[in-house]
């Protein structure tokens, strides 16, 4: 069964940079070898976490880029722009208003502690338990 958990953001710490909360999630993904997309809001969002993904820990390392080009398929943690598209992975970290389409095994939404955000994470929330996800919340 799909599966799909949701981080509230609440601690200072991803309060205030909620993309280090992505970082994390996508060193954790890539520390199991579990192929990952993030599928970044826009252009801006994709750009500064691909620069964010060398910076956030001076120990780790995760191999990543931004999507479109050869190498696409090699790299274990894609960044999409929603001007692309990329065919599903395991696992997608999602930053967009919309829900993820299909039937990938896991989605990672991350909320950011604004009460908009919330909102558009409940209507998300119920998409993906209309689909048969299963759902879990965790306050970060």
């Not at 599966?3 to 992505?22: E, G, T």
């Not at 991350?110 to 919330?118: F, G, S």
Request: proline share 9%; charged share 30%; glycine share 2%.
């Amino acid at each position: 069964m799909a599966r799909a958990d949701f981080y509230l953001i609440d601690k200072p710490r991803f309060r205030d940079n909620p993309l280090l909360l992505v970082c994390e999630l996508a060193r954790r993904a890539h520390d199991q070898q579990i192929p990952t997309l993030i599928h970044a809001r826009d252009r801006d969002q994709a750009e500064a976490l691909d620069a964010l993904l060398w910076d956030f820990d001076p120990d780790a390392f995760v191999p990543h880029q931004l999507a479109g080009d050869e190498d696409d398929d090699l790299t274990p943690v894609l960044i999409v722009p929603p001007e692309l598209d990329s065919p599903l992975r395991a696992l997608i970290i999602n930053l967009r208003d919309s829900t993820v389409p299909g039937q990938p095994e896991a989605v990672k939404e991350v909320v950011a502690a604004d009460p908009a955000e919330r909102t558009g994470s409940r209507t998300r929330w119920t998409e993906y338990k209309a689909r048969g996800f299963e759902l879990r919340k965790f306050d970060m």
